[in-house]
């Protein structure tokens, strides 16, 4: 099972819990109303959060990214030798 289903999975089970729970599909006795107004929009809320969580996780990650002097030194090169080559071939840049 891919990542990906199984965080498909784990979102249809909490659906599924939320709308039994908001909607009282189960019979039971009605929650109370402090309770009711946690629940109807408790998914508006871990939309949020989870949207809150990726922004600091990608903001944390792009502060902390490391820059590859040795790798840029070598890329420059082969850009370099490249050039050269295709200049001997006749293309002029």
């Known amino acids: 099972m891919t990542k990906l289903l199984q965080w ?3 979102l249809a089970l ?3 819990a939320w709308a039994t729970l908001t909607l009282n599909l189960l ?16 998914p508006t809320y ?8 990726s ?9 902390t990214f ?3 002097e040795e790798a840029a030194r070598e890329l420059r090169a082969q850009i370099r030798e490249a050039r050269d ?3 001997r071939h006749g293309m002029k840049f």
């Open 14 to 16: 909490l659906g599924a």
């Open 66 to 68: 490391n820059d590859c």
């Open 27 to 42: 019979g039971f006795n009605p929650l109370p109303p402090p309770l009711y107004q946690v629940l109807w929009p408790l």
């Open 55 to 63: 922004l600091g996780v990608v903001g944390y990650r792009l502060a």
């Open 8 to 10: 498909f999975w784990t």
């Open 85 to 87: 080559d295709l200049a």
């Open 46 to 53: 871990l939309l949020v959060m989870f949207g809150c969580y």
